[in-house]
C-alpha cells in the first residue's frame, strides 16, 4: 500500500526540480536588479621598438577614425552617487598651480569631459594606472619613435601605488594632460608654421582635444590609438622607418656629429610632414623645392615628374597647398609688384620707353590705357599702374601657366626658350617665387586628360594657335607645394637635397635650441640688370646664370 504513496511522492519531487529549472517569466518576478559589468581590462599593447615592425604601427587602425557621433559608454554606477576620484579631478582642475603650465584648450576639454562623465576614472584605480593607462604611459615613453620628443611630456609614475584619492585624482589629471599633448603633437601643434619662417602658409590639421578625450575612453587599445594620430602619408612612413634605423646603427657603431645631424634632419622633416593636409587627395601634384622637381600622384603612385625652376631666396617659392583651377594656353603676362619695382622702374625713371614696346607690354592705369611716356615716374607709385605682356614667343610665361589660387600669386608656367638649358643645372633658383616647368605641355596633356579626359590632339591644337584661351579643371586636383630636404622611397634610399631657403636651420633652431650641423643656405646669384640696361652698367660680367640668360626677367 505505501509503494503508490511512494512513487507518487518521487514524481511530485520531480516535477517541483522540473519546475525550478525553469525560467521565471517577466511577470512573475519582483523587483529587477542589475548587477553592473565589469569589463575585463585589455592587456598592455607591445609597441614596436625593432625597425622590422616599427612599420607595421602606423598603418591605420579600426579606431584611427573613430564615429563622429562617439560617445562614453553608460556608467555602471548610478548618476546620483558620482565616483569620488572623478569629483576630485573637478575640483583639482580649478587648482591655479596645476593650471599655469598646462593649455588651457586641453584644460577646457578635460573639464567638459568629467563634467558629463559619470564612470570611475580612466586611467588609475586603488591599486595604481589600470591596463589601458599602462599602455598609454609605455606609448607615450616611446614618443622619440614617432620624432617627438618624450621629454616634453610631464608623466606620472607608472608603477606608483596612490596614497589616497586625491593622489589618484592628480595621476588621472596628469596622463589626460600628457594624452592632449600628445595628440597636438603628433597632429602637427608642436609649433605654428609661419613662427618658423613666413614661406610655411599651412595649417597643421590638429584634432579637437574634446574628441581625443572622446575616442581615446572608449577605445579598446588607447596606445594604438594614439599611433594613429601621427601622420598615414607613406613618406612620413618611411622617414620614421629611416628614423628607427639610422638610430639604430648609432647605437650599433660609435655616435658621431654627422649621424646626430642626419637624424636631427629626419626628424624636422617628419615634422613638415605634420603639417600637410590629412588626405592629400586622388590625384594631386606635388612640388617639393629644395629637390627642384614637380610630381604628379594618383594612388599613391607618380605618373608624372618633371624638373623646375623655383624662386631665389629673396624671392622665395612658399610652401602652401591650394586646388588646381585653371590651363591657360598662350597667356598673358601681369607683372608682379617685385617685377615693377626691380626691373620695371628704374629704366622707366631714366625715360627709356623702348623697351615695352620690345618686350610688347602695355600699360594701364584704374583699367584704362596710359602712354607710359607721359608718367611722372619719378613721383608716382608704379604699384598703382597695371604692366601687361602680351601672348606670344617672347612672353615670359611662355604658351602656358597653370593656375590654382592662392594669396602669393604664385602659379605654374611655361618659360622662354633661352632659359630652357637651366633646366641643365643642379641648383635652379632663379625666379620670383613661381614655378618654371620643363616640359609644360606634356604635363597639360596629362592633367587634362585625367580632369576631363581632353586628348593629346586637343591640347596640342590650344598649344599652337597661339591664341590666349583658358580651360577651367572640373574635378579637384590639389597642388601641393612644399619643402623636404630629405626623402625616402620605397626600397629604402635616402636622399637629401640643399636646405636652400635656410629652413632646416631655423626649424633645428626652435626644436634643439640650435642650428649647430646645419649650413647656411647657399649664396644667392645677384639680381639680373633692370631691362634696358647694359650688362656692364649694372654689374661685372660673371658668367653666372644671369648673364647667360640676358633680359631675364619674371
Known amino acids: ?211 581625443v578625450l572622446t575616442e581615446i575612453a572608449v577605445a579598446d587599445a588607447p596606445d594604438v590609438y594614439l599611433q594613429s594620430l601621427h601622420p598615414k602619408h607613406e613618406g612620413f612612413a618611411r622617414l620614421r622607418q629611416t628614423l628607427l634605423e639610422t638610430r639604430g646603427k648609432d647605437e650599433e657603431d660609435a655616435k658621431t656629429d654627422a649621424n646626430a645631424v642626419a637624424i636631427k634632419r629626419i ?102 590705357p596710359v602712354n607710359a611716356a607721359k608718367v611722372k615716374w619719378n613721383s608716382v607709385n608704379i604699384h598703382n599702374y597695371t604692366f601687361i605682356q602680351k601672348p606670344g614667343p617672347g612672353n615670359n610665361l611662355g604658351k602656358i601657366k597653370f593656375l590654382y589660387p592662392n594669396k602669393h600669386d604664385v602659379y605654374m608656367h611655361d618659360t622662354r626658350p633661352v632659359r630652357k638649358k637651366v633646366f641643365q643645372k643642379s641648383a635652379r633658383a632663379i625666379g620670383y617665387g613661381c614655378v618654371r616647368m620643363e616640359k609644360p605641355q606634356q604635363f597639360a596633356e596629362l592633367l587634362l586628360s585625367e580632369d576631363q579626359e581632353l586628348t593629346k590632339a586637343k591640347v596640342k591644337e590650344l598649344w599652337d594657335k597661339s591664341v590666349n584661351q583658358a580651360v577651367t579643371i572640373k574635378g579637384t586636383i590639389p597642388v601641393h607645394t612644399t619643402y623636404f630636404t630629405t626623402v625616402a622611397d620605397g626600397e629604402g634610399k635616402v636622399q637629401t637635397f640643399t636646405d636652400l631657403y635656410g629652413l632646416d636651420r631655423k626649424l633645428a633652431t626652435a626644436m634643439y635650441g640650435d642650428a649647430t650641423g646645419f649650413p647656411l643656405p647657399p649664396p644667392e646669384v645677384k639680381q639680373r640688370r633692370a631691362l634696358g640696361t647694359s650688362v656692364s652698367a649694372s654689374r661685372p660680367t660673371s658668367g653666372g646664370i644671369a648673364d647667360s640668360l640676358g633680359d631675364f626677367f619674371d
Open 1 to 211: 500500500m505505501l509503494r503508490p504513496y511512494l512513487i507518487a511522492g518521487l514524481l511530485c519531487a520531480a516535477q517541483a526540480l522540473a519546475y525550478a529549472a525553469m525560467p521565471v517569466c517577466a511577470e512573475d518576478q519582483g523587483p529587477s536588479v542589475t548587477l553592473p559589468v565589469v569589463p575585463e581590462p585589455a592587456a598592455p599593447s607591445v609597441t614596436p621598438t625593432t625597425p622590422d615592425t616599427a612599420v607595421h604601427a602606423i598603418e591605420p587602425s579600426p579606431v584611427a577614425e573613430p564615429p563622429a557621433a562617439m560617445t562614453p559608454a553608460e556608467p555602471a554606477s548610478s548618476p546620483s552617487t558620482p565616483h569620488p576620484v572623478v569629483e576630485l579631478i573637478k575640483t583639482k582642475l580649478a587648482d591655479a598651480d596645476l593650471r599655469k603650465d598646462a593649455n588651457e584648450e586641453d584644460l577646457a576639454a578635460i573639464e567638459a569631459f568629467y563634467a558629463a562623465w559619470t564612470d570611475g576614472p580612466l586611467w588609475m584605480t586603488e591599486m595604481g594606472f589600470s591596463a589601458k593607462g599602462q599602455a598609454v604611459l609605455s606609448e607615450i615613453e616611446q614618443a622619440d619613435d614617432w620624432g617627438l620628443d618624450k621629454k616634453a611630456f610631464e608623466l606620472p609614475q607608472a608603477g606608483a601605488l596612490p596614497t589616497s584619492p586625491d593622489a589618484q585624482a592628480l595621476a588621472e589629471i596628469k596622463l589626460d594632460l600628457a594624452i592632449l599633448k600628445y595628440a597636438r603633437f603628433a597632429r602637427g601643434g608642436r609649433f605654428v608654421p609661419i613662427d618658423i619662417s613666413g614661406l610655411f602658409d599651412q595649417e597643421p590639421p590638429l584634432r579637437d582635444p574634446k574628441t
Open 267 to 368: 626628424v624636422l622633416n617628419m615634422e613638415r610632414w605634420r603639417w600637410l593636409p590629412e588626405d592629400l587627395g586622388e590625384t594631386y601634384v606635388w612640388l617639393n623645392t629644395p629637390e627642384y622637381m614637380l610630381y604628379m600622384i594618383k594612388d599613391g603612385k607618380p605618373i608624372y615628374a618633371d624638373k623646375t625652376l623655383v624662386g631665389t631666396i629673396s624671392n622665395a617659392t612658399p610652401v602652401f597647398s591650394a586646388d588646381m583651377g585653371t590651363v591657360v594656353f598662350n597667356p598673358e603676362w601681369i607683372a608682379p609688384r617685385s617685377v615693377l619695382k626691380e626691373a620695371l622702374l628704374p629704366p622707366l625713371r631714366k625715360k627709356n620707353y623702348n623697351f615695352l614696346k620690345k618686350h610688347r607690354f602695355s600699360v594701364s592705369y584704374g583699367g584704362k
